[in-house]
Nanobody, 132 residues
Framework: QVQLVESGGGSVQAGGSLSLSCATS????????MGWFRQAPGKDREFVAA????????AYADSVKGRFTISGDSAQNTATLQMTDLKPEDAANYYC?????????????????????????WGQGTQVTVSA
């Protein structure tokens, strides 16, 4: 069964930077989009960023715009989240997600791939800690 493999994360002081990477365990597994979500203790999982292959500009949550950058390779099915100017409120468990092409999911309207149900593959999560 295909899985998402995450790497990166760790601990950093406020203002610092970290990079998270994600890849499908089978590189030939086609995806339509890949994204990142995060969940802090006692809070709901929230959208962070998404990249849609062939779909224009990446999407970001307002809270990370200008500080986080998502990039990826559609041929390799990999995604990287570069995080800069980290704040204590960014501390959370970060999850990579992917929408498998075989689902034939079609997003209509706005906010595509900002919702959990638009993804069928999820990583195990990687912890990001930011100290003040």
């Amino acid at each position: 069964q295909v899985q998402l493999v995450e790497s990166g994360g760790g601990s950093v002081q406020a203002g610092g930077s970290l990079s998270l990477s994600c890849a499908t365990s089978e590189r030939s597994w086609d995806t339509n989009a890949m994204g990142w979500f995060r969940q802090a203790p006692g809070k709901d999982r929230e959208f962070v960023a998404a990249i849609i292959w062939g779909g224009g500009r990446p999407a970001y949550a307002d809270s990370v715009k200008g500080r986080f950058t998502i990039s990826g390779d559609s041929a390799q099915n990999t995604a990287t989240l570069q995080m800069t100017d980290l704040k204590p409120e960014d501390a959370a468990n970060y999850y990579c997600a992917a929408d498998s092409a075989r689902r034939h999911y079609l997003c209509m309207g706005s906010g595509c791939y900002s919702r959990s149900y638009e993804y069928d593959l999820w990583g195990q999560g990687t912890q990001v800690t930011v100290s003040a």
